[in-house]
C-alpha cells in the first residue's frame, strides 16, 4: 500500500509538475513581456570595454599611418583622393567595415599658390639687383621632401601681388607690436617680418595694413619653436624632432572657418557664393611665410634701434627694429625687400568620408568622431596620427559588428573631413548641410585631430558635460609606457586644477577656439564636444607646437623616429577615445554630467563678479540676474542629479530615460544664440566663443566689458548689458531645460 | 477498476490543473511585462473626445464672456489685472482646475495716449480759431462706452507731437498712394487723411514721412467696413453689428513684435533695453485714428481734384485729393488740420497667466493652447471670445484630471498671453524666455483669439503638418446651429482648394502674418501651429472684419447679439478646437502629416517656376536644386509615411514611434534660419515668413526676386540667388530629417 501511495503520490507529483510545466510555459501570459523590452536596457558592457582596450594594436595604428602618409595630401590634390579611396576601402571592407561608408563632396573655394611661377622673396639693391634670395622649398634630407607634390611654402588666402619695401622687423605682428613701431618709424611703404605666435596668421597682416606696410615675411623664430637650436648638423631634423633651417609653416591665413565664398551654407555646385572681394577675414596684403634660415640672414642686417627684450629671439645677433631697412654697415644697405605673390583662389571639390554604425536601440541618436584627412604635405602628425586611431577604433568596432556580437546602443557616425586645413572647411560644410538633423539628434562629438604631439600626457578639452566621461575613460586606461599608471594619475601630474567638487582632478580645458575640427560641432551647432590628445611636458621644451607642423618634414619617418617610436602614445589615445565613444554609444544613460557644467559656469561668474562687477555697477548695470541665473542652473542640475539618483530607471518607463537623455543631450543647445555675436563666423555658443579678453568668463561680456572700459562710451556700456543680458537668459534658459518637466513654474 | 481509473484518472487531471494553474499564476516569468508597457500604447480616446464634444456648453461659454467683459481691461490696467485673477482662480479652481497654474511678469514698453491732455484733431482758419473738432471719445450707446477706463482712440506707438497742415487724402497710405499724390501734389507741410486697410497701421505714416507728410489721420472707411452704412438710427450699432459713425479702431502702430525695446531677450527688470529712439518700425510723424463721421466731414470738403474711382468711399460725395486743403467753396477754405497728439511710453508689468495639465506617459512634449487676454476697451469678441472657449475647454478638462478619469499622454499648457494688442507682446516674451525648452518640447501651439467673427464657417490657417488632425477634427463636430451638416462638410462650402491627394477639401490657410500669438511660435520658434475661428459668409459682407474691432462697441452686448446669439458658433469652435487640442495631447503616433507639407512646397515650387523660373535663367541662376530639394523632401515624407504604415508601431520598441514623433514634432524646426530675414523681426521660418511679393511662394525668394526685377542690379539678383539657396538648404535639411535614422545616406 505504501508503495502503491508513494506510486500514486509520484505519479500525481509528476503530472503535477507536468501541470506546472504547462502552465508555466506552455500558456502564454496576456502581459508576458515584449522582447524589446531586454533591449531597452542595453547599457555598457565593461567586459566589452576592456576587450576593446586590449585589441587596439599599435603597430596597426603605425600601418595605418605609414599607408596614409605615403605621399603628399593637400586638400583635393591627387594624394587626397587616395585618401579618400583609402579610407573608404577600409570603412566599406566586408569582414571589418561599418555598416556603410560613403563621401560627400562640396565644391569650396581653397587658395594655392602658382606651381610655374612660385612665389618668391629676395632683398634687392637700388638698382633692382638681387642681393638675396630666399629659398622656395625646404631642404631635402631624404627624397619625400622632394616629392613634386610638396607644395611650396605660402599662406593660404593670402592675395597675389608685389611688394616691395624697406624691412621692419614686427615682432609678433600684434595690434601693439606695429603701433610700438609706429611710435619711432614710419611704417608706410614698409615691409615687415613678424614671427608666428601671439596673432592669428591672417592678423599679422590685417594688423598691418592700417600702419601703410606692404607686405609681411612670417618665419618660425627658434626661440619659440626649436627651443633656440637651429643647427641640422646635429641640433634639428633628421637628427632630432626640431625644425630644420629650412623649415616653413604653411598654414591658412583666414580667420573665419568654413568655405569663405558660401557663408552658412553648404557648398554644393549651384549655392550662391559671395564675391571673393567680400570674403571676411583674410590679408589685404601680400604674405609669405619663411624659414628661420632666410629670416636670420634679414634679421640679423637690420638697422635701426635695438627692439624690445621680449622681441628677441634666438639668432646671434641683436634683434633690431629696422632703420626702417638694413645697416649701413650690411651688404643690404639701402636694400629692399621684394615680394611676390601668385597665390590665386580656385573652386576644388573636396572631400568628407563618412562611415556609420547604425544604433540598435536609439538609432536616432549620434555620436560622432572625426578627425581631418587633409594634410599640408605629408601630414604624419597632422592630421594622420588622428585618422590611423580612427581607423584602428573603427576597425575593431567594425568587427564586431560584422561578428554579430555588438552593436552599439546609439548610432556611431565617423567623419573623416575634407579641407580642415584651409579652415575647417569639410566639418562646417557638413554642419551647414545637416544642421537640423544634427542639431536634433546628436549627442556628441569627439575629435581626434593631431593624437600625439608628444609623449608625455594626455590632454583634453571639451565641454563641462563631457569632462567626467573623459575622466572615467582615462583610468580605464593605462598611460603610454607604463604597466601600472593609469592615464588619469599620469595626466594629473601635468594638467590639474581644484575643483570644488572632486578636489585635485585633471583639467579638461575649455573649447574656445576654433583649432580644428570641433569647431563647428560647438560653436556652430551647439553640440558638446571634445578634443583629445597625448601630448608634452611643458616643463621640457617652449615649443608652440611639434616643430615640423605643417612643414614637409612631417612624415612618417619623423613621426615614428621622434613623436611616438613604437606608437604606444598613439595606443593610448586609441583607447581613452574609443573608451569615451563606446561610452557616449552604449550607456543607458549618458554619461554627462550637468553639475559639473554648474561648477564651470561659477567659476566664469566668479570671474565676471571679481573684474567687472564694480564697473559695472558704476554704469549702472546689475550683475545680480546673472548671480541668479547661475544659481537657477546650479538648483536645477542639483535636482537633475538626484532625480537620476532617486529613480530605477532601467525598471522604469523607458521614455523617463530618454527624457532625461534629451535632457542631457540637449544642454549645450540651449546656450546658442545666433544673434549673440554678429561679427564673429558661426560662433553661436555664448558661453565658449572665442574671447579677446584676457579675463577667463563669458566671453561676451568680456570683450564687451573691456571695450567699454577703454572707450567710456556710453554705447559700448550699452553692448555690455546687451552681453550681460544674452548670457542671462541662456544660461536661465538652459536651466529651465534641465527643471523636470513636472516642474516648471 | 474502472471507477478507480476514473477516480485516479480525475485526481490526476485535478492534480494536473492545479498545477498548470500554479505554473501559470503562481510562478512569476522572469519576462513578465512591466506596468509601464501598457501605458505607453496610451492613445486618443474616441468615446472621450465625443464625450468632451458632447460635455461643450454653450450657457458656460455665454458665462465665461460675461465675467470676462465686465470692465475695459487694457493690457496692465486695473480691468486686466481683475481678469488675471479671473484666470487664476478658474485655473487653480479645486475641483475643475489644472494641476497648475501661475503668472510670470514681463516688464514691457507700451504706448498711451495722456488722460488728462488727450490727443486732438481740430480744423483751424488760418487765425487759428477753430472751425471743426474731431470727436475726442465714441458716443455712448450704453453706459460702457461712458466707463472712465474706456481709452480715447489713439495710435498706439504713435510718437507725441504737434502737427498742422493742408489736408490731403491718401487713399490707404500705401507708398503707391503717395506716390500718385506727390505727382501733382506738394505733398510737404501736408497732413494726410488715410483709410484703414491696404497697408499696416504704422506704415501708413512710415510711408509718408519720406514724401513731406507732417502728420497722418486714420479713419475707417464704410464701404471697408460697414458695407456702406452710417446711420446710427437703424444701420450701425447697437442696431446691428455696424460700426457707429463715432466708433475709432485702436491699434498697435509698430511693425515688429514683442516688446520693443528687449529685442531677442525678455523683458526681465534688468534686462538690456535699446534706446527709445532706437525702436524699429514704428510713425516718424504724429499719427492719430478718427470715426467716419468726422472723416466724412474732413474729406467730403477737400478741394482739388477727384480721387481715383478705386480710391472712393461710401461718403455722399467725390474724394477730392486735396488742394491740398479744401475747396475754396468750403466752410474750412483755407482751413489746416491740426493735430496734438500726447501718446507717451511707459514700462509697466504684464502678466502671462500659465495653466498646465502635466502629460502621463510622455510629459516632456508639450500641446500649447493659447490666447491673449488684454483688449483694447471691453474686447468682448477680440480677444474675450477666445479666451471664453478656452476657460470653457479647461473646465472640461481640468474637471476629469481632477477626477482621476483622464490625463493626457502629453502635458498640454495654457497660455493666457498679455499686452498682444501693443505687438503679441506676452506671447513673444514668452518665446524669448523659453527659446530653447519650448524648441526642445513644444509639439503643437494652438491660437484661438478672436474665436467668432460670425456665424457661417469654421476657418483654419496653419502648418500644413496639422492640416490634418484640423479636417480630421472639423469631421466629427456639427457646424454650429446644425444638427445633421458637420463643421468640415459646412467649411468646404467656403474656404475650399482641389488638392492632388484628397481632391477638393476644406482650404487650411497659411499662417504667413503676424495677426495673432501664433507668430512668435510659428515664425520665431518654428513650431507647427495653428489659428482656429469661426467666420463670415464673405459673400454677404465686405466688411474687413466685424466692424466693432478694437473700438468701444466690441462688448458683451454686440457679441451675443450680433455676432454670435446663443453662442453656438463659439461651442462649435471650442468643440473643434479642443478635438485638436484633445488629439496632440493624446494619440499614440502624432497626428501630423509631412507628406502635407511636401504638397505645400510643392504648390509654393510651381509658383517660383511659373514665375521666376525664366527670370532667375537669364540671370545665370539656376531653380533645379529647388526643384531636387522638393523632390527629396517628397520622397522622405512618403518614405516615412510608409515606415508608419508598415509599421505595428503599438507592439515594437516604444523609442520607434518616439522617434517618429519627433521627426514630426521637429520638421518644421527644421525651416528655422536665424540671417534669412535680417530685416525681418523674429521671422526666421524661410517658408512661412512675410511676404510682400503678391506671388504665393517662398517669401525671401519671392521678395528679393521682385526687387531684382525692379533694379536690374547685380547684388540685388545675387540676393534673390541667396535666398534660393537658403530655402533650398532648408527644404532638404528638413528632408534630412525625415529619412529613416538608417537611410542618411
Known amino acids: 500500500m505504501l508503495k502503491k501511495l508513494l506510486l500514486f503520490g509520484f505519479a500525481g507529483l509528476a503530472v503535477l509538475t507536468v501541470g506546472i510545466l504547462i502552465g508555466h510555459f506552455g500558456i502564454q501570459k496576456g502581459s508576458s513581456a515584449p522582447e524589446w523590452v531586454q533591449e531597452l536596457s542595453h547599457d555598457v558592457d565593461e567586459d566589452f570595454i576592456q576587450k576593446f582596450i586590449a585589441e587596439v ?66 632683398v634687392v639693391n637700388p638698382d633692382d639687383a638681387v642681393l638675396h634670395t630666399v629659398q622656395e622649398k625646404e631642404k631635402a634630407y631624404y627624397p619625400e621632401q622632394d616629392d613634386p607634390e610638396v607644395v611650396q611654402p605660402y599662406a593660404a588666402y593670402g592675395p597675389a601681388g608685389h611688394a616691395k619695401g624697406r624691412l621692419v622687423y614686427a615682432n609678433q605682428g600684434k595690434v601693439s ?86 557663408p552658412y551654407l553648404a557648398a554644393k555646385k549651384d549655392t550662391y557664393r559671395i564675391p571673393e572681394t567680400d570674403i571676411n577675414g583674410v590679408p589685404p596684403i601680400p604674405i609669405q611665410p619663411i624659414g628661420f634660415e632666410d629670416a636670420q640672414i634679414l634679421i640679423c642686417e637690420l638697422g635701426g634701434t635695438a627692439a624690445p627684450a621680449d622681441w628677441q629671439g634666438s639668432f646671434p645677433c641683436i634683434y633690431n627694429l629696422g632703420g626702417p631697412g638694413f645697416t649701413s654697415t650690411s651688404r643690404f644697405n639701402n636694400g629692399e625687400v621684394k615680394l611676390h605673390v601668385y597665390n590665386s583662389g580656385e573652386l576644388r571639390d573636396s572631400a568628407n568620408v563618412m562611415g556609420v554604425i547604425w544604433g540598435s536601440v536609439e538609432p536616432d541618436r549620434y555620436v560622432i568622431y572625426g578627425n581631418h584627412r587633409d594634410s599640408w604635405v605629408h601630414g604624419a602628425i597632422d592630421p594622420s596620427s588622428g585618422t590611423a586611431v580612427m581607423l584602428e577604433i573603427s576597425r575593431i568596432l567594425g568587427q564586431r559588428v560584422k561578428a554579430g556580437t555588438w552593436r552599439p546602443r546609439r548610432t556611431i557616425i565617423f567623419g573623416s573631413w575634407g579641407a580642415e586645413e584651409f579652415g575647417l572647411i569639410g566639418s562646417a560644410e557638413y554642419a551647414e548641410e545637416y544642421i537640423s ?6 549627442v556628441a562629438y569627439i575629435n581626434v585631430d593631431i593624437s600625439v604631439f608628444a609623449n608625455a600626457t594626455l590632454r583634453a578639452s571639451a565641454s563641462p558635460i563631457a569632462e567626467n566621461v573623459i575622466l572615467t575613460a582615462s583610468k580605464q586606461v593605462k598611460a603610454a609606457g607604463s604597466n601600472t599608471v593609469s592615464v588619469y594619475d599620469n595626466w594629473i601630474k601635468y594638467f590639474n586644477k581644484t575643483s570644488p567638487t572632486y578636489g585635485l582632478i ?38 608652440r607646437i611639434y616643430p615640423a607642423y605643417h612643414t614637409a618634414y612631417d612624415t612618417f619617418d619623423y613621426a615614428s623616429r621622434f613623436i611616438d617610436p613604437g606608437f604606444t602614445s598613439h595606443q593610448t589615445v586609441a583607447r581613452t577615445a574609443g573608451n569615451v565613444l563606446l561610452r557616449l554609444a552604449d550607456s543607458f544613460l549618458l554619461p554627462f554630467n550637468c553639475s559639473d557644467y554648474a561648477e564651470s559656469l561659477e567659476g566664469y561668474l566668479s570671474a565676471a563678479v571679481k573684474n567687472f562687477e564694480e564697473h559695472l555697477k558704476a554704469n549702472s548695470i546689475s550683475i545680480e540676474p546673472l548671480k541668479e541665473a547661475v544659481k537657477s542652473f546650479r538648483n536645477a542640475a542639483t535636482n537633475l542629479d538626484s532625480v537620476i539618483r532617486s529613480s530605477d530607471l532601467v525598471n522604469e518607463t523607458p521614455l523617463k530615460a530618454r527624457r532625461i537623455n534629451d535632457q542631457l543631450m540637449l544642454l549645450d543647445r540651449a546656450f546658442v544664440d545666433p544673434l549673440a555675436f554678429p561679427n564673429k563666423y558661426a560662433f553661436r555658443h555664448v558661453i565658449w566663443a572665442s574671447r579677446s579678453s584676457g579675463v577667463a568668463t563669458f566671453p561676451g561680456l568680456a570683450d564687451a566689458v573691456e571695450k567699454a572700459l577703454a572707450t567710456g562710451l556710453k554705447e559700448d556700456w550699452n553692448q555690455a548689458h546687451r552681453h550681460l543680458s544674452i548670457v542671462t537668459q541662456a544660461i536661465s534658459g538652459a536651466a529651465h531645460t534641465l527643471a523636470e518637466a513636472h516642474a516648471t513654474q
Chains 1, 2 share one sequence.
Open 57 to 122: 594594436d599599435n603597430m596597426r595604428i603605425e600601418e595605418n599611418l605609414k599607408e596614409l602618409t605615403k605621399v603628399p595630401h593637400m586638400a583635393t590634390t591627387a594624394g587626397d583622393e587616395a585618401t579618400v579611396q583609402f579610407m573608404l576601402r577600409r570603412w566599406q571592407d566586408k569582414d571589418s567595415g561599418l555598416d556603410a561608408a560613403w563621401r560627400e563632396d562640396y565644391r569650396v573655394y581653397l587658395s594655392f599658390p602658382n606651381k610655374d611661377t612660385p612665389n618668391k622673396v629676395t
Open 437 to 442: 538633423k544634427l542639431s536634433q539628434r546628436t
Open 506 to 543: 585633471p583639467d579638461v580645458g575649455y573649447l574656445t577656439g576654433a583649432g580644428s575640427d570641433y569647431a563647428p560641432f560647438i560653436h556652430y551647432l551647439g553640440i558638446s564636444s571634445m578634443d583629445i590628445s597625448y601630448t608634452y611636458d611643458r616643463s621640457k621644451t617652449r615649443a
Open 177 to 262: 607690436d606695429y603701433e610700438h613701431l609706429n611710435r619711432t618709424i614710419d611704417l608706410r611703404g614698409t615691409i615687415a617680418i613678424v614671427r608666428y605666435g601671439g596673432a592669428g596668421r591672417g592678423a599679422k597682416a590685417i594688423n598691418a595694413a592700417p600702419f601703410g606696410v606692404v607686405g609681411v615675411l612670417v618665419y618660425t623664430e627658434p626661440y619659440d619653436m626649436n627651443d633656440g637650436l637651429m643647427n641640422d648638423n646635429n641640433e634639428t631634423y633628421p637628427n632630432s624632432w626640431y625644425l630644420p633651417p629650412s623649415g616653413v609653416e604653411r598654414g591658412s591665413y583666414t580667420s573665419d572657418f568654413g568655405d569663405p565664398l558660401t
